[in-house]
């Protein structure tokens, strides 16, 4: 089946820093990939969209310039949280698409983001 | 706007007993409808789904219903067991479209 990498599991860094996510499709070519964002008890987010081989479309709210998105290959993406601030701390995750309408959604293992 | 929402945040079902997850969206355009299962510090896995042409989709212990007109469709899991216990998300998507709407979650605990 298709599976997606997300790598680190968790990471906890300094206020100020960056802290780069990547999400890896292994098995598939991902078109479009998806990175959701999830406070406590609170439901997923839709951050941004980003497809291969150009400039992701970001939620409205999500600063486009603190989180960047780069999709530069179709079985890789990555997520960087610049300058993080402790509010940043939060689960993120990816998922990859290879179709449409809600069909063929896999879901990376989430990054737990500390930043003290 | 929470096109998606879950208004149960947590459930408790005795081991053995049917577990009934809600869900409404507001959404006429959703066409397409996805039950998650998350532990935590998870990714969500997929469960079961549901097109906007059935009614009722059965796989295993868990069926999904789809009540259009009423803008509602629940997950039942019978009988339940202590491994179910998880957050469940509802998610819904439009035709043509490629991200999905999440509802908030609601945590099932099995007790055994």
Redesign the interface.
């Known amino acids: 089946g298709a599976v997606?990498s997300?790598h680190p599991?968790?990471v906890i860094c300094k206020s100020g820093t960056s802290v780069k996510i990547e999400c890896r499709s292994l098995d598939f070519q991902a078109t479009?990939m998806?990175w959701?964002r999830q406070f406590p008890?609170?439901?997923?987010?839709?951050m941004a969209?980003s497809n291969e081989g150009s400039k992701a479309t970001y939620e409205q709210g999500v600063e486009k310039d603190k989180f960047l998105i780069n999709h530069a290959s179709l079985t890789l993406s990555t997520l960087t949280v610049t300058s993080a601030h402790p509010e940043d701390s939060s689960?993120y995750?990816c998922?990859a698409?290879f179709?449409?309408?809600?069909?063929g959604?896999?879901?990376?293992?989430?990054t737990?983001l500390t930043v003290v | 706007d929470?096109q998606v929402k879950q208004n149960s945040?947590s459930l408790s079902v005795q081991e053995g007993r049917i577990s009934i997850l809600n869900c409404d969206y507001t959404n006429s355009m959703f066409?397409?409808?996805?039950w998650?299962k998350k532990y935590p510090?998870?990714?969500?896995?997929?469960l079961i789904?549901i097109s906007s042409i059935k009614d009722k989709n059965e796989d295993g212990r868990f069926t999904v219903f789809l009540n259009k007109s009423a803008k509602h469709l629940s997950l039942h899991i019978v009988p339940s067991q202590p491994g179910d216990s998880a957050v469940y998300?509802c998610?819904?998507?439009?035709?043509?479209?490629?991200?999905?709407?999440?509802?908030?979650?609601t945590r099932l605990t099995v007790i055994p």
Do not use: H
């Open positions: 997606v997300q599991s968790w479009t998806f959701y008890k609170q439901s997923l987010m839709l969209t689960f995750i998922s698409s179709g449409t309408g809600g069909y959604y896999t879901f990376g293992s989430g737990r | 929470q945040p066409d397409y409808f996805l998650y510090a998870e990714g969500p896995t997929f789904s998300f998610a819904a998507s439009a035709e043509g479209a490629n991200n999905l709407f999440f509802g908030t979650g």
